[in-house]
């Protein structure tokens, strides 16, 4: 069976923030200047916001430029911010920091609590308003490419492959999208980005990317708990000195609150379970009374780029554009990224639609969109920031001092003339036998839990008899190396429960519960032989993650 191929004239890899914007944007110009182009959207969720997870509070900016009527349109943005706190935690006690020591840009007032899936899901409906053609289900498996190396567009995966590689009676081949331009707007990590990102050298001169994994539950509290607006950051405990990484709560409408954990995927110790630490933090006395009397809704955990500005790669290839999060635009100290993802998009949109009217058959690159980027408040804002999250390096407490010192500088117009480095992720593991093993608590069910009670709660399914996608360049490398040299910390770093080494007869071996995962591409990442691979399952798998 042959692949059937549409022509458009953009077509949108994934529909997140960047990429309805960058949609909505489109078609807003073609409008305004009376041209009948057409766009389309391509979602791997089941539904538009089934894989969306954030925090999140929203800073509207890049919203009052592309939809000023957001209000009157009825947006999800219902809890404004009405009380900013942070603080610096010890283990039975907790430190607030007073609001006047942050610059101004870190204060969250005139921002908005929201679910970022909500918000998805209501520009979803923006778009196709505007003749936008949105298909869920669909995962971009393949980037296409004309003869002469630039993008032509993507494939849809095949549905109905038996893992065996086989056809099944239910066997669809996938379909060819054919655009003048292709926006990649996977979220971060995402895996034709990525391929993108090597082909055509896009990081050379600019700095890895680092990562956090970001682990989050939504709880119906006590109404005599809640506080309507209030946002709560916390740092320091339960991790140590040598682990960057923190903690928010930010209470929502309905008597809800959404509790995340970020850990820096930089971590060295291979014992650490991000997914345990988020656990702890929900036990400290500063923290554990918002939860006593209430009940986890829902769970879900997604990685976050943190490497800023030096990180963001090149943005343009022939053909193509890499917006959001594919690129990475969050503002590390702000624990932002929603607003320069939506502004990105806006950006590239523009820049297509005048390379289309202008007769272009997008063989080209839009360099319109990366100058664009350059002359953005989405780049002076990183840029004022690009030396805090680097800083860390230096272990938390003197990397927070001169961060902090760092962003004052910048806030007053001082900019220091140096920018910090990265290094990759994957290469801060220590061996097991020199690190100290961390023993973690049991959950009690209550207020702590297991991973597979928690996976449960995303709604994750796949499709059983169907490829792994998580897949491995080399099968020996799980024992061999990673449990050999680093007590196998797949088990660990991945908040789902995928990866388990199951002891036989024969000797260990790796189970891989492909299953469970959702989608965070924490393996992908932190893998330290960078043996894992992380590929689309059948289009419509893995979460379904409702309000997050």
């Known amino acids: 069976m042959e692949r059937e191929a549409m022509e458009f004239d953009v077509v949108v890899v994934g529909a997140g923030p960047a990429g309805l914007s960058a949609a909505i944007r489109f078609k807003q110009l073609c409008q305004e200047k009376g041209q009948d182009l057409s766009v389309c959207v391509i979602e791997k969720g089941s539904e538009v916001g089934a894989h969306i997870l954030s925090g999140a509070v929203l800073d509207p900016k890049a919203l009052n430029e592309l939809i000023p009527d957001w209000k009157a349109k009825g947006a999800p943005l219902n809890t404004p911010v009405t009380e900013d706190c942070w603080y610096v935690l010890t283990e039975n006690a907790g430190v607030r920091l007073p609001n006047f020591a942050l610059p101004g840009f ?15 899901r209501w520009l979803a409906t923006q778009a196709e308003e505007l003749g936008v053609e949105i298909f869920p289900g669909f995962a971009a498996a393949e980037v296409l490419f004309h003869e002469d190396g630039s993008v032509k567009g993507v494939a849809t995966g095949d549905m109905g492959i ?8 239910s066997y669809t081949p996938g379909v060819e999208l054919h655009a003048k331009y292709t926006f990649f707007a996977e979220g971060v990590r995402g895996n034709l980005s990525k391929a993108l990102i090597e082909r055509f050298n896009l990081r050379d001169g600019k700095e890895p990317q680092t990562y956090g994994i970001g682990i989050k539950e939504l709880w119906q509290i006590d109404p005599a708990k809640h506080r309507q607006g209030l946002v709560m950051h916390a740092q320091g405990w339960p991790l140590d000195t040598k682990t960057a990484g923190g903690a928010f709560l930010y209470h929502l409408e309905d008597n809800q609150v959404a509790v995340g954990y970020v850990v820096a995927l930089d971590y060295q110790n291979p014992h650490l379970s991000p997914f345990e630490e988020m656990q702890r933090f929900k036990t400290h ?3 554990r009374g918002f939860f006593e009397g209430g009940k986890r809704l829902s769970y879900g955990a997604r990685a976050i780029n943190e490497g800023g500005w030096q990180s963001v790669p090149k943005l ?9 999060c594919s690129a990475g635009f969050v503002n590390v100290p702000r624990i932002k990224g929603s607003h320069n993802a939506m502004k990105t998009g806006m950006m590239a949109a523009e820049a297509a639609f005048e390379a289309i009217v202008g007769g272009s058959e997008g063989h080209d690159e839009l360099v319109a969109y990366a100058e664009a980027y350059e002359a953005s408040w989405v780049y002076k804002e990183l840029r004022k920031v690009r030396n805090v999250r680097p800083a860390l390096k230096w272990g ?15 806030h007053l117009g001082i900019s220091v003339p140096w920018t910090l480095g990265h290094h990759p992720d994957h290469t801060s593991l220590k061996k097991a036998s020199e690190s100290k093993k961390i023993v973690y608590p049991k959950p009690d069910g209550v207020l702590t839990f297991d991973r597979l009670s928690s996976v449960f709660l995303s709604n994750t399914n796949h499709e059983e008899d169907q490829p792994v996608h998580l897949t491995l360049k080399d099968a020996s490398v799980p024992i061999r190396l990673n449990l050999a040299e680093h007590d196998a910390p797949e088990q660990r770093y991945c ?14 071996r790796l189970q891989i519960n492909a299953q469970n995962c959702v989608h965070c591409k924490t393996c992908d990442i932190k893998d330290p032989s960078q043996n894992i691979n992380w590929v689309v399952p059948e289009g419509g798998g893995g979460p379904n993650y409702p309000n997050m």
Request: aromatic share 8%.
């Open 495 to 508: 908040p789902a429960g995928v990866y388990e080494i199951v002891e036989e007869t024969a000797g260990p």
């Open 162 to 169: 038996a893992k065996d590689g086989s056809q099944k009676d």
């Open 316 to 324: 343009t290839f022939p053909g193509g554009v890499l917006v959001g």
């Open 106 to 120: 870190m204060h969250n007032h005139g921002n908005y609590i929201v679910s970022l899936g909500n918000v998805c």
């Open 396 to 410: 938390t407490v003197l990397g927070s001092l001169y961060g902090g010192l760092d962003m004052w500088l910048n």
């Open 285 to 287: 006395p500063d923290v």
